[in-house]
Structure formats: C-alpha cells, structure tokens
C-alpha cells in the first residue's frame, strides 16, 4: 500500500471512535420529517400542453428564484456528492453507515424544493427540468483528493449550504417556502456540526498534516455550481441580495469555524510546512475579510439605491 494510502487508513481508523460517537448524536438530534408534508399541494393545478411559464405566477423576487435555482440543483447533484464521500469515507463501520444516513437525509432536500417548486410555479418549470438534466448529466462537483481535505470541504460546504438555505427562505414572503428552507437548514447544520467535529477530532491526531488540508481546502472553496446553468449570473444575484457573499463566508463561517472551533492560530508543535501553510492561511482569511467588507457596503448602498427609486416611483 502506497505510503500516502496506508496514512490515509490509518487516519480513517483513529477516527472510528469520533465518528460513532458522533452519528449517534446525530441519530439522538435528528428529527423525522416527511417532504410531503410541507409541500402546499393544494396550491397546484394541472398544465395545458401549451402553458408557459411568467415570472408573475411566482410571486418571488429575482434574487429568491435565483437562490431557489442554485439550491435545488446543488441537492439534485447527491448522487455524485455520495460516490465522493464513499471514495473518501468508506464502506464500512460507523463510516460508511454515516455516509449512508447523510444520503438519505440529503436525498429529501432536494424532493422537497423541487416539489414546493413545482407546485407553486415560483420558477419555471420546463427551464428547472432542462437545468437538472444538464446538471446531473454533467456529474461535476468537488473532489478533494485526500480523507483530511474532504473533511475540510465539506465542513465548510455543509455549513455555507445551511446559510444559504435559511437566507434563501427570509427572502420567501411565502410560509410554506420559508418553512421548507428552514427545515433543509436544520438537516444541514446538524451536518455540519457532524463533520466540524470529526475534523477537530482530526487536527488533535495529526495537526500538520490538518492545517495543510485546511489551507488547500480555503484557498480553492466556492460554493458548489460547477455544471449549474447561468451559475455566475445567479450567483451574482445571491451575493448581490446578501443571501450568500463572501462577507458571509469570512465572518460565518472561515473566523468562527477555522480560526475559533478548530483554533488554527493556538495550535503547536506544527512542522515547518505546517506553519508556512498556516501563516499564508491566516493572512489569506484576513483579506477575504477586507474584500468581503468592501463588497457587502457596495452592494447595501446599491440595495439602498434601488430602495429609494422604488419609494419615489
């Protein structure tokens, strides 16, 4: 076995112990909820062979239905997100039962939207199927190339996803949307707080090599939508409404999740990679936060720019 592999099992094995610790939390925290119950049926209708779809059906504001469009086509995505955490994670034991479980809940996530979705007719219908098929059709994602930089990312993934979700919904005047928003968010806090753990569990076993995986894993994160149709125009939209930006991603997630629960700058005994990789890191997070600043005032005074000619209309 490769000398990077037989690191790998052996990382994977210390681990054991956290990991069903920490699934059986999740198992104890985890509440059991139905998609069907939240979709509003009673709201849908047949369509006509000859329907098209106005955005005045949908009663949402563009950055809602651009939020809407990233999230539900970032959850069609699962089956590619499953066989990475396989690859990563394993089959077996308290692994590959978590992975198997996160499946699941994951897999009600984006029924849940695309059934809301469609039966509201808040976006249009053939567009979202087309943008699905391209989506899945394309199987592109993230693909961290070691066990430390997979949980890493998907620390940090679960986390900007749950942000992403629960601000999606206050941009919802609808109650059934916003409560389907929020009950994805609750999933995908509880796992975040699964993976945040397993990977502190990580950098008290080997600290080194976790900053290195940490600092790759920053240096390259954008929130998934590789494939997605129109990605950089929605995800413009979202940052621009304050659903997702990098202010966020700076003072929500990169302070309190690296530099605060996993405490990159307290940690010792790093080797010098380790601390050339942490120094570069904490510098690279301090002018995210500089640049996130900048960008969030820019776009609250275009917010309120467009709020007073709307008054004065």
Not at 24 to 52: C, I, M, N
Not at 142 to 148: A, C, K, R, V, Y
Not at 187 to 196: C, P, S, V
Not at 298 to 308: D, I, Q, T
């Amino acid at each position: 076995m490769p000398e990077a592999a037989a690191a790998q099992a052996r990382t994977l094995a210390e681990l054991d112990p956290t990991v069903e610790r920490l699934l059986a939390r999740h198992l104890r925290q985890t509440k059991e909820w139905h998609p069907h119950a939240l979709v509003p049926w009673s709201r849908g209708k047949d369509f006509a062979p000859d329907y098209e779809w106005s955005p005045e059906e949908a009663n949402l504001s563009p950055e809602a239905r651009s939020a809407l469009f990233v999230n539900v086509l970032t959850e069609e995505n699962l089956p590619y997100y499953f066989r990475d955490s396989e690859r990563l994670f394993g089959r077996e034991g308290a692994w590959g039962e978590w992975v198997r479980r996160w499946t699941a809940e994951e897999g009600r996530h984006g029924r849940v939207i695309y059934d809301y979705l469609s039966v509201t007719r808040a976006l249009d219908p053939v567009a979202l199927e087309r943008a699905r098929m391209a989506q899945v059709q394309c199987g592109r994602v993230p693909q961290p190339p070691s066990l430390l930089e997979g949980l890493a990312y998907v620390t940090l993934q679960e986390l900007a996803t749950r942000i992403a979700h629960f601000n999606t919904g206050r941009h919802i005047g609808d109650p059934a949307g916003k409560a389907i928003m929020r009950r994805v968010a609750f999933d995908e806090n509880l796992h975040f707080l699964f993976y945040r753990d397993v990977m502190s569990a990580a950098v008290e076993i080997d600290p080194s090599s976790a900053v290195v995986a940490i600092a790759n894993q920053v240096k390259g994160f954008a929130m998934p939508g590789a494939g997605i149709t129109d990605f950089d125009a929605h995800s413009r939209i979202i940052a621009e409404a304050g659903i997702y930006d990098l202010a966020i991603h700076h003072d929500q997630i990169l302070r309190p999740v690296v530099m605060r629960d996993w405490n990159l700058p307290g940690l010792t005994e790093l080797s010098g990679i380790a601390e050339a990789a942490r120094d570069r890191l904490v510098q690279m997070i301090e002018r995210i936060g500089r640049v996130g600043q900048r960008l969030a005032e820019r776009y609250a005074e275009a917010r309120s720019s467009l709020n007073r000619d709307a008054a004065l209309a």
